[in-house]
């Protein structure tokens, strides 16, 4: 089990410690909903020091990152990051991942804890054009700073103008006394704020810096449960729940993500599933009696044919529904259908809607 450089401090506040992606996590410190609300509402920070970092560095290096992943990477100019994926041989996908443009011939790729491994192997294995790759996975840390009163509370830890971060950008320079830090924008809420990538060295004078500079803002430590909460009610998908090695991502709604103006890995054919359609969607479903959808739970119609599964679910902390995502039948996946999640023995109603769920 590995240790982020901040796990000490956690267990000193209480946290609530768990194995996660094979790292020592913070899952909950007060507990879910309130942690929720001070993200929603406030400022709080997430340790996600347990994602990975991969620096690839060259003349090819755009190449290579669009032979792997799904979006057009040329798209991208210094200081802007993009969401993608690496798609598999099969149809299904590696990971999903933040291409970060550092400078002409650099870039970071963010990938998800759980994937280090298979990530580094499955690029390495297409990097047949002299690429330099580096795994920066466990020099780094990273604080996800996250709310409305972020950009407010941060401010004067940096000289840097951080309202004027676009979503999907970043800034390379000085925070919390640390210079060349990377402030990114590219949050999993919903509700604003910025990521901070530095050295392992550097995080914990940042850490207490941000919570020194936050104090008069409710500023508080968020676990790893709140944050699962926080991005479904934005819709996000997370790997190994929503997308994994057998689901493409026509299938799970990120057409958007998935460009055909160029050639990466499995491209053909997933242009084949564009043009005939695909037989199962992703859709986002509110429950209409009280009741909390899970993971895995099966999806039925009115006739208890069984239509799929549901990959995410919770309780939403902000619209106290249940909420949750799960692949259907195409036929079963139009905004507006009703479709029923099989809680114990009981099919108990719910309407597909349109994502996000939490609407500011």
Known sequence: MKNTALTHLHESLGAKMLPFAGYNMPILYEGVNAEHEVVRNSVGVFDVSHMGEFLLTGPNAMALIQKVTSNDASTL???????????????????????YKMKDEQYLLVVNASNIDKDWDWISSHNDLGVEMKNLSDDYSLLAIQGPKAVEAMQALSSIDLAAIDYYHFEVGDFAGIEHVIISATGYTGSGGFEIYCKNSEVEQIWNKVFEAGAAFGIKPIGLAARDTLRLEMGFCLYGNDINDTTSPLEAGLGWITKFNKEFTNSENLKKQKEEGVAKKLVAFEMQERSVPRHDYEI???????????TSGTMSPSMNVGIGMGYVTTENSNIGSDIFIRIRKNDVRAKVVKLPFYKK
């Open 300 to 310: 039925v119609d009115a006739n208890e044919n069984i239509i799929g599964i549901v």
């Open 77 to 99: 100019t210094t200081g802007r990051a993009q969401y993608s994926c690496l798609p598999n041989n099969d149809g299904g996908i590696v990971d999903d991942l933040l291409v």
